[in-house]
């Protein structure tokens, strides 16, 4: 029906040129929220196809790859099998994929390799040589640049590889070369390492990124890497083949005739010929790629997409605000087309119909800038050395396109169902009573009102409930109750908000409100219309709770962390010698180190505490343990005469604090004193002292380090394994502080990249905050020029918005910390019991940057409403309309 | 309807002019399209008197207003209030004059719905960072007869009320002058002649001086003086007016040649 459609049309275009600023602000949110889908989407598909890309560099430019199509996985290709292949006519080389790892070493550096066949054929390697020649016999090989840094070693150097070697059953081919011989029965066989020296002839280079995940890889010939991996008692097979053809493939088809001679051909040596799967290059590194990632891309886009879906569910709430003031503004126009005969249809319609439009050009607009950035991105990257050959260029796909603008328009058309109908209860009698300020009442149901209730108290109930879980040891059905129960009671906060909201403005405008009479004022401008300052508060505060929460949860799991190392670990770094003999030497190469406070040797024996037996005590220096110690208050209960016990072993040799117990060496015995320290670390410490008269025997056996104050715990941890690895057998190096550094380093990426996802809903709020202030500043043209008529100066109306902006900004932040804190705590409780004593940190620094951030940005949207407001002459206030 | 003619008492001004107008122009647009609003107009109004400025729509007795009280500014002459010229004035300036020494009436009262009638009468003293002088403002009240109505917001008050709150909010200050602009526009003739009569007591009792712009003879006639105003010039002068030679000034200058003097010598 073109009579009815076509008004309704042209009246939409016609109130959305009028509004066209008003529009734009609101479009901004959408087009940010589908431009953060189509970024997400855009990288998944770079993801995805920088996977493929290097699972196919593996493949260089082989012509098929041979590969096993076997449910069970037990069928392999021999050498048989690939000696029969590379003798089919038309096949001009193969090359099995094999890999076997061992470790290099060289002047006390080592570096953990894999070792692949060098190529039988160019087209068949995904390294190339950079420098000197592929290992041509037994004995040399081929090096990839992290080697060549890591080891400082170069072309004609002789490096050492260590290995494993598994004796057979006859025990007879490696017999005699291992220091270890073997003892017991045949099928608790101990591995003897083995050392080669090899000899470097080439350095090579990865250019498709074959080898990014393990730093490169070393190239050997094809019998010794077949002969390492025989001797470390494995299988010499393969699960993949690749051929070079005489004739290269025309086609994306293995031709059948071909498919079925290299079967054939397999088949010969005792292959089942259905498991030999021929596939192009491509065919394969496209299956492949689905097997490896395993979804794992869905995933990441599922978690990246949720944070899209968060930002467009701010910018929901930025259009529903919009629109409703938009429609209460145009009371009159709606009114007087009811007057004239519009159905109450038609207006739902033409308001929708407006959504649809803005949805549309905002999402282009949205997709458009996200493929941008996404582009420069990848222009970006490379300029980082991220050691990923990344595609030079986005591939748009349907799905990164259509996907995104759908998205766009469902969330604004939602957006705007509720205003929708606020137009159709527009009476036509409206249009002959002059209406002064334009608000939309709308009665905030009671049914909102018990529903919202329900939900925020049954979903902080199963909070509850999912933290007592976590404390009861059963974090896995608490987490579940916990998600569960704060989506839920989130739900019930933001949909509850505009009717408990206001009230809290209120509140926290009682107390600004002393503050002069621009103060006053924007307190009193804030409350008139409640509904909407709380749906802009609110867009804020879903920001902020998830930013706090986030922040809170990280801060909790970087303490637990913490608690549990300092727990477990005496020390920051802690080295045992590989044998005893070495201990000197491994103290002066710890001792010289730089970025240690502090280094002190452990000696230890058995000795009998009480009545019990057998058990080890380790002794110290007593003036160098508190140096060494992370609780040196507690190293400092240690002197000759006394034996530091915890409160359980304590318990256990049925001794008190201050009590007496008789200790019991090989060579002597003593009477020490008990004191009961609160580190477990220190539980049965002694002086070095006291151990010589209980066991004069007695050696260091491990070297105790602190770091110095702001040394960086991960360089100190290397330098001390390449110091102590330069001593003969070398020496364990463990760096506690080095985990919790890494720990945390993980913990703050993590949170980095959560927060920086979650800003993106922050901005739209920010957004959402100036547009609800122009609408204001719109709607009381009036009263800003009585407000200046009768005295207020620009400055104080300027300050006046302010005001505004940063109370609803404020009140969001307030709120949004509250409950952010409060979720972070509780699933800290429920997630981290298991690490020990929950500690709930509360991160003030970032709580106030947040909170900074937060002001400022409703002190920034004021800025451009108020100069508006500001451009005001008091004249408009005479006018009649 | 009370039209008793009202003699100022000696001393309460009349003497020295609270407001003047010097070649007051005022155009809009240019060359072809140039509008004179106002053409060179010379106009005193005394202190401690009620005036009105009458005129036909377009006739520029708005723009005399604006121009007078410093919300628009001239294309050429001067306004004086006092002895300050405010055609020199800045913004800042004329935002201090706003609060100190002139009041404002509007035709739609433009109260702020969210206060109170009292916080609404007491917004120019706060604006301005000052306290409010209780004894002016009880007078005031009682004056104004919004004992009873004080804590009312503007949507629970009538028409009549607001614009009595309005001229409470106008007085506050204690302002030189105030300037009303279609005061009783709004209002029923009840509650318009209500408004008007509170105007002259302001004028009478509390000494105020007061320039309303009307189009209604009867409102005209509350006046102590009547402007006529008519194509941006001065046509008239009325002193003590009935409605009758108001509406007669007015009929005057629609029929006849502007500046033809009415009903007394100007």
Known sequence: MPGTRFPTARLTLGQMRRSAGRLTAAGVAIAIGTAFVTVTLLAGDLINRTARDMIAAEYATADLVLSVDDPEGLTRYDDAAVTAIADLDGVAAVQPLAAFWGDLRHAGKGSYQVFVPAPSHESLSPLELTEGTWPARSGQIAIPPSVVERLGVGVGDTVTLQRSVYPDEAETAQGGTGEGSVEGEAEMVEPVAQTDELEITGVTSDPYGAFTGTGGAVAATAGDVAAWTAEEGADVSYEEVLVALDEPLTGTEVPADLRDALAGAAAATGMAADHVAVETTEARAAAKTIEQTGGQDLVFMVFVLTFAAVALLVAGLVITNTFQVLVAQRTGTLALLRCIGAGTGQLYRSVLLEAAILGALASLAGVAVGAVLTQVALLVAPSFDLGIPLPSAISLTATAVVLPLLVGIAVTVLAALSPARAATRVAPLAAL??????????????????????????????????AALGLAERPDVGLLAGVAGGAISFVGVVLGSVLWLPKVTAAMGRLVNRSGPSARLAVANTLRNPRRTAATSTALLIGVTLVTMMSTGAAGARQSADTMIDSEFATDIIVAPGSDETIDEVRSAVADVEGLAASTAIAGSFVTLGDVSDLSVNAVEPDALPGVINTPEEAAKLTTGTILLTEGAATSLRVADGGTITATGPDGTLDLTVAVTTAGPLNRIITTTDLAVLDADAVPHAVWARLATGADATTVLSDVQDATGAVDDGAMVIGPAAQAAQFRQVVDVILGIVVGLLAVAVVIAVIGVTNTLSLSVIERTRESATLRAIG???????????????????????????????????????????????????????????????LVAGLVASVLPARAAARTSPVAALAVE | MDTTVYVPLDGMGAGSPAVRARSLTKTYGKGEAEVHALAGVDVDFAEGRFTAIMGPSGSGKSTLMHLLAGLDSATSGQAFLGTTDITRLGDRDLTALRRDRVGFVFQQFNLLPMFTAEQNITL??????????????????????????????????????????????????????????????????????????????????????????????????????????????????????????????????????PSVAVGGDA
């Open chain 1, 433 to 466: 009573r002059p209406a002064d300020a334009p608000t939309l009442r709308g009665r905030a149901g009671r049914l909102r009102a018990v529903l919202t209730t329900l939900a925020t108290v049954g979903g902080f109930g199963l909070l509850g409930l999912g």
């Open chain 1, 792 to 854: 207020l100066s620009k400055g104080q109306l300027r300050r006046m918005l302010a005001v505004e902006g940063t109370l609803i900004a404020g009140v969001g932040a307030g709120v949004g910390i509250l409950l952010g804190v409060l979720y972070g705590w509780a699933g800290s409780v429920t997630a981290l019991s298991l690490m020990g004593d929950v500690q709930l940190v509360v991160p003030w620094t970032d709580l106030a940057v947040v909170v900074g951030i937060s």
């Open chain 2, 124 to 257: 120019p003293v706060e604006l301005a960072g000052g306290t409010v002088d209780q004894a002016w403002f009880a007078t005031l009240v009682e004056t104004l007869g919004l004992r009873d109505r004080l804590s009312h917001r503007p949507g629970e008050l009538s028409g009549g009320q607001q614009q009595r709150v309005a001229i409470a909010r106008a007085l506050i200050a204690q302002p030189d002058v105030v300037f009303a602009d279609e005061p009783t526009g709004n209002l029923d003739s009840r509650s318009g002649a209500e408004v008007l009569s509170f105007l002259r007591r302001s004028v009478r009792e509390l000494g105020r001086t007061i320039i309303m712009v009307t189009h209604d003879p009867a409102a005209a006639a509350y006046a102590d003086r009547v402007v006529l105003i008519a194509d941006g010039k001065i046509a008239g002068d009325i002193t003590d007016p009935t409605p009758e030679a108001a509406l007669a000034g007015l009929d005057a200058l629609r029929t006849l040649e």
